[in-house]
Each structure stands twice: as C-alpha cells, then as structure tokens.
C-alpha cells in the first residue's frame, strides 16, 4: 500500500467568478493568471494539512476546508491587484514604492517606505496575513509535516 501514490494537483483553487464576488468588482483581464500563481502560493502553504481531497480534481471534498482555501486565493489575488502585482513578471517586482514625494521646494518623506517595498516584495513571494489568518481558522495551517510509520 503506497500513501503517495499518483495525484492530482488543481490548476486554481478560485474561478474568476469567484474572484469578482470576493472583490465586488470585475475579474480583470489576467484573472487565469493571478488566480494560478495564488493558487500555488496557498497550496505550498498548506502543504501539510491533512484533508480528503477528491481523487480527479484534487479540490477538497470538505465544503467548509474547500471553501477556506478558495478565500485565502481570492485574498492573495485581492492583494496583488491593489499594488499592481502581475505573476507574469515572474515574481519580479517591477514598480517601486514612494519613499518621498515635493511640489517645488517642498519636501515630504514617507518613513515607512522601506516597510511598505518589503511588504510588497514579501506578498509576492508568500501569502499575506489575511489569507494566512483564514487558513489558520481552518486549521489548514500546520507546524509540522504529518508522518506515517
């Protein structure tokens, strides 16, 4: 008896309709796009967690865990399209944040620039906090991986 035997690992785990009710707003252009790289992040993410998954599309068959994983890819999504963030870029940052801005002589300097270009660098690479958090209150957020033996 093999546990990891062939799989089947979901292209998306949100549609652009999902998306669109999550945002209230239309889907854009490149939904497909932000919704794969999501998708992955959140799947990385969760890799540890230990639930019944349904065997051809690889989705979770337990409404409420199927559910949390779909809003932590639509939160991922929300965030990326607030900041400009396009998966195609291949997770190169292409737009910077202000760290000052003047009309004339006047000068003003933001001080948490630096914090804000992390926190956009650290979205594109991991989930954001509020996706993380809807994760962990489905417990689908686990210290350590599961061990069989």
Do not use: H
């Not at 999902?18 to 990385?44: C, E, F, K, M, Y």
């Not at 990326?80 to 997770?91: T, V």
């Not at 954001?128 to 069989?148: H, I, Y």
């Amino acid at each position: 008896m093999t546990f990891y035997g062939d799989f089947v690992v979901p292209a998306a785990l949100a549609s652009p309709t999902d998306l669109a009710a999550w945002t209230g707003a239309a889907a854009p252009a490149n939904a497909a796009n932000l919704l794969r790289s999501a998708t992955i992040l959140v799947l990385d993410a969760t890799e540890s967690a230990y639930y019944a998954i349904d065997p051809l599309t690889g989705l979770a068959t337990n409404a409420q865990t199927k559910q949390a994983l779909n809003d932590a890819t639509c939160i991922q999504v929300a965030a990326w399209l607030a900041f400009g963030y396009d998966p195609l870029s291949g997770g190169v940052m292409v737009a910077g944040v202000a760290s000052s801005s003047g009309i004339g002589s006047a000068r003003e300097t933001y001080a948490d620039a630096l914090f804000a270009a992390q926190a956009k660098a650290d979205a594109v690479t991991g989930l954001v906090p509020e996706a993380t958090r809807v994760l962990r209150r489905k417990n689908l957020l686990v210290p350590q991986a599961w061990t069989f033996g």
